[in-house]
């Protein structure tokens, strides 16, 4: 059984530019969650993707957006880049949408300069 | 707001001590409570899931507890050893948070051989 991957593994990117984050799920998953985690705290919320459909979003401007495609891998787009995006993105997937482990995938580093 | 508070921030510990990592949160109405281990720079490691209606998971040296109505939940790590030491952060699935986890900062454990 594959375990949840994402690429690429580091980036670095400059103000005002546009990044995408990949996600493949662990087998059998349909849904995936994507995390933000700054230097020192704990991952939060960004969206979560259920059967291609958004189902659930923290407290993100509408410059972070994302996708689920057909075999349930996902995307994380981020527009016009800040300083403060710079963390690591972390994706989960699980068997569901609600009341279930979810799996983590190794994370983007993701620096902005 | 659910907030989740973890305790202490940072330990320090002799091999083969038994240790207690704290985590509280203020909203009682929660799912589950998750622990996981994040490595520096890494993904989480799921260690041990407890539905609302349970009062404790072990797997192996682990031991988690939950006391729902109190908010508070510790992980007991029996015998430590140097290859635990990792940041262990603790998230809950809230009933009015949709399938979001919120984290805890995290305690970053160090045991000493």
Known sequence: ?113 | KQEVTQIPAALSVPEGENLVLNCSFTDSAIYNLQWFRQDPGKGLTSLLLIQSSQREQTSGRLNASLDKSSGRSTLYIAASQPGDSATYLCAVEGETSGSRLTFGEGTQLTVNP
């Open chain 1, 1 to 113: 059984e594959t375990g949840v991957t994402q690429s690429p593994t580091h980036l670095i990117k400059t103000r005002g530019q546009q990044v995408t984050l990949r996600c493949s799920s662990q087998s059998g998953h349909n849904t995936v969650s994507w995390y933000q985690q700054a230097l020192g705290q704990g991952p939060q919320f960004i969206f979560q993707y259920y059967r291609e459909e958004e189902n659930g979003r923290g407290n993100f401007p509408p410059r972070f957006s994302g996708l689920q495609f057909p075999n349930y891998s996902s995307e994380l787009n981020v527009n016009a880049l800040e300083l403060d995006d710079s963390a690591l993105y972390l994706c989960a997937s699980s068997l569901g949408p609600l009341q279930e482990t979810q799996y983590f995938g190794p994370g983007t580093r993701l620096l902005v300069l």
